[in-house]
């Protein structure tokens, strides 16, 4: 699966922004696709994850009410809707996809996108 993220950007805290990951290669259906970000020096951090069939989703409590993760499998993407975004939400996000269960663990993600820069200002 090759993943292709997008819709990142400088927005104020309070903002929102869209990311969206479009994936090609192997069966885009039947991978758990998850958003995890990074910041310099720190571990990849989990912020939301979807199952296949999207009807079931996982979030970070850091982000828990203010994303929303969603796929559609008929384009083969996934997305990530950010409102009410923090200067702690500035970030590289990453989109990945999995097929190893919990989905909240990066190390279970086979695939992995190029990330997206994230920043919001104060």
């Known amino acids: 699966v090759q993943l292709q993220a997008s819709g990142g950007g400088l927005v104020q805290a309070g903002g929102s922004l869209r990311l969206s990951c479009a994936a090609s290669?192997?069966?885009?259906?039947?991978?758990?696709m998850g958003w995890f970000r990074q910041t310099p020096g720190k571990e990849r951090e989990f912020v939301a994850a979807?199952?296949?069939?999207?009807?079931?989703?996982i979030y970070a409590d850091s982000v828990k009410g203010r994303f929303t993760i969603s796929r559609d499998n008929a384009k083969n993407t996934v997305y990530l809707q950010m409102n009410s975004l923090k200067p702690e939400d500035t970030a590289v996000y990453f989109c990945a996809a999995s097929n190893m269960y919990p989905i909240y663990i990066a190390a279970n993600y086979n695939y992995w996108g190029q990330g997206t820069q994230v920043t919001v200002s104060s």
């Open positions: 979807i199952r296949w069939s999207g009807g079931s989703t």
């Open positions: 290669g192997r069966t885009f259906s039947n991978y758990a």
